[in-house]
């Protein structure tokens, strides 16, 4: 069984930055695509970024230039380093990981950018 546990959310200014981490446990692989995903409040959850072997990544358009997706695999963790924070970041993150029919989900962590 897979388990992810988010970390790193709070409460930002406006044009800061915060380092989500994601550790996973159970069996991952380089076979999982690893994500993160968002949800305000009243909103659909939507994809953040997600990467894949080959550290291939992909970028939601709304946070291309001011987030990275990373990843260690030699402790199976994850990072989201979002800079230039905007209100319209404000939500809670989840962190994701999926394989073939098979997808898991963290608890998530919420982040709030206001002044």
């Known amino acids: 069984q897979v388990q992810l546990v988010e970390s790193g959310g709070g409460l930002v200014q406006p044009g800061g930055s915060l380092r989500l981490s994601c550790a996973a446990s159970g069996i991952i692989s380089s076979g999982y695509v690893m994500g993160w995903y968002r949800q305000a409040p009243g909103k659909l959850r939507e994809l953040v970024a997600t990467?894949?072997?080959?550290?291939?990544?992909n970028y939601a358009d709304s946070v291309k230039g001011r987030f990275t997706i990373s990843r260690d695999s030699a402790d199976n963790t994850v990072y989201l380093q979002m800079d230039s924070l905007k209100p319209e970041d404000t939500a809670v993150y989840y962190c994701n990981a999926r394989v073939t029919i098979y997808t898991y989900w963290g608890q998530g962590t919420q982040v709030t950018v206001s002044s």
């Open positions: 990467i894949a072997s080959g550290d291939r990544t």
